[in-house]
């Protein structure tokens, strides 16, 4: 064939080692092994009954034709909504522009604000799609990792110390895949300060927001900063929708607009049907609650269930749908640590560095189990720390 363009060649899916004990441990469950997987960042459980009746009598209806470029007006009105919630700032449908799931919220975000050879700073531990989201829109980025020690929270001065010339825009992510960190008000503060003083926008993934434990704080709501914050929102994770794909940007109106454009040559519009179920979804909050609640009763049976583990430290793991375990006290190559527990224990976890150095030494344990699943697995865990070396 003839050659591709450097643009589609340059995005490498995730490479990481780390998915390898995530591959592992999926063959060897294909192959009818009795392996639990705490690997995978997909629910256990079906889209909630309501949606999928919405979806069937929109299918059945005449909601067959092409959707307006920015989502449908009933479809953006709930979506403004949710993002009055989210954000805490009241938001117009005119805010806010529906798009095929979180990650291409997050594609055309980084589309949206930068240029081929512009510079954009990615707080780490995250998401494995992010260097590649940025590879695609021809921009450099500098990974600022956030300590451990410090319980995966974002830091100024190691942000600014990254700081560059050309530098548009700071990508973060809370509740955040894969630490479970929930940054707290005064370091998205000290991030919008930065954002602000350097005239930068603020990308924010919120897409785990419902699943924070606590109130959600966006940085959006914070001085100055709606005018520079683009927030990525998706029903995937707080509506049981992963398969679906339905997400939304939210940001200034004539920011939007232009977003609109973005989507007249990528989307044209989205699945009409989809989008009436998904605003039926979102105007009465079907499963949000429910899943909220299946989450921190899961992350607390885990917790408790590891609590006082030798050489094992909980870190982060405040929200969202993961927990991270420090084990670098007993193995510091996490990856090793991983591959033995698939062998020894019949459990797939991630190892930390895939998500970035930060995360190194650590294991991500998925919450998509139900919770004696959960206790088993940790169980198993106190019996191979307890015999490991
Ligand atoms: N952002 C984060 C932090 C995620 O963890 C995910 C999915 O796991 C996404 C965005 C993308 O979500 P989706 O495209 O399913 O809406």
Same mark, same amino acid.
């Given at each position: ?6 643009? *589609? ?21 294909? $192959?009818?092994?009795?392996? *639990? ?43 403004? =909504? ?15 522009? =529906? +798009? ?11 589309? $949206? ?56 825009? *700071?990508? *973060?992510? +809370? ?164 591959? $033995? ?36 697995? =940790? ?11």
């Amino acid at each position: 064939m003839p050659r591709p363009s450097s643009r *589609i060649s340059g995005i490498v899916p995730s490479g990481k080692d780390g998915w390898e004990v995530h591959s592992a441990a999926w063959a060897r469950k294909e $192959a009818g092994e009795d392996i *639990i997987m705490l690997s995978v960042g997909d629910h256990d459980f079906d889209t909630p009954s309501e949606t999928i009746e919405a979806c069937v009598t929109a299918v059945r209806g005449s909601h067959h034709h092409y959707t307006p470029l920015p989502g449908l007006p009933r479809l953006r009105k709930a979506m403004a =909504a949710a993002s009055s919630a989210c954000t805490g700032v009241e938001t117009t449908p005119n805010q806010v522009i =529906a +798009t095929p799931g979180g990650q291409a919220a997050l594609y055309a975000s980084v589309q $949206a604000v930068l240029d081929q050879g512009d510079h954009a700073i990615v707080v780490a531990p995250y998401y494995a799609t992010y260097p590649n989201t940025f590879s695609a829109a021809g921009a450099s980025f500098t990974v600022v990792e956030t300590p451990a020690e410090d319980g995966f929270q974002p830091r100024a001065d190691m942000i600014r110390a990254a700081l560059r010339p050309n530098t548009r825009a *700071i990508l *973060i992510n +809370t509740p955040n895949n894969p630490t479970g960190a929930v940054y707290s008000p005064e370091r998205l503060e000290q991030l919008a300060e930065i954002c602000r003083e350097h005239d930068l926008w603020l990308l924010s993934d919120e897409v785990y927001w419902t699943l924070g434990g606590g109130e959600h704080v966006s940085p959006r709501s914070l001085p100055g900063m709606a005018e520079r914050t683009l927030v990525i929102n998706s029903m995937s994770k707080s509506h049981g929708m992963t398969g679906w794909r339905m997400g939304w940007l939210t940001g200034p109106e004539e920011m939007i607009t232009l977003l609109t454009n973005l989507n007249l040559v990528t989307t044209y519009g989205l699945p009409a049907f989809i989008s009436i179920a998904c605003a039926e979804a979102l105007e009465n909050r079907y499963g949000v609650k429910e899943i909220a609640e299946r989450y921190a009763a899961r992350r607390t049976v885990f917790l408790d269930a590891v609590s006082g583990m030798n050489d094992v430290t909980v870190r982060g793991s405040e929200g969202g749908m993961y927990v991270m375990l420090d084990i670098s006290d007993i193995e510091p190559d996490d990856e090793k640590f991983a591959f $033995a527990f698939l062998d020894r224990e019949n459990v797939g976890v991630m190892p930390g560095s895939s998500f970035g150095e930060a995360a190194a030494g650590h294991i991500r344990i998925s919450l998509c189990q139900p919770e004696p699943v959960l206790q088993e697995a =940790a169980l198993r865990l106190r019996r191979f720390v307890s015999s490991y070396r």
